[in-house]
């Protein structure tokens, strides 16, 4: 049974960082991309970012690009999300969520499992 746990999130101040983690289990880790995505209040899913299974290859939404950097650890069946610079509109629920594949893809149509989420509020 696939299990995806998020943690991590939390109140941060506007340029704050702060660490999401995802621990998986429940399938071969190492064989699927990976992603992270974001939901604001009262607005839809945003894909934010992917990684491939070897972890060489790293996507991000503009949004985020140059902010936030994803990573994974194989040895530990996890992914984390290192956000820097932090603004009031990254407040959201972030959710990791399992490539139906080893392709890190946009669209998040193509993930087949999805953790429950962790809140990240920026705000002074």
């Known amino acids: 049974q696939v299990q995806l746990l998020e943690s991590g999130g939390g109140l941060a101040q506007p340029g704050g960082s702060l660490r999401l983690s995802c621990a998986a289990s429940g399938f071969t880790f190492s064989s699927y991309a990976m992603g992270w995505a974001r939901q604001a209040p009262g607005q839809g899913i945003e894909w934010v970012s992917a990684?491939?299974?070897?972890?060489?290859?790293?996507y991000y939404a503009e949004s985020v690009k140059g902010r936030f950097t994803i990573s994974r650890d194989n040895a530990k069946n996890t992914i984390y999300l290192q956000m820097d610079g932090l603004k009031p509109e990254d407040t959201a629920l972030y959710h990791c969520?399992?490539?139906?594949?080893?392709?890190?893809?946009?669209?998040?149509?193509?993930?087949?499992?999805w953790g429950l989420g962790t809140q990240v509020t920026v705000s002074s």
């Open positions: 990684i491939d299974r070897d972890g060489i290859g790293t």
């Open positions: 969520a399992k490539s139906d594949s080893d392709k890190p893809y946009r669209q998040m149509t193509k993930y087949d499992y």
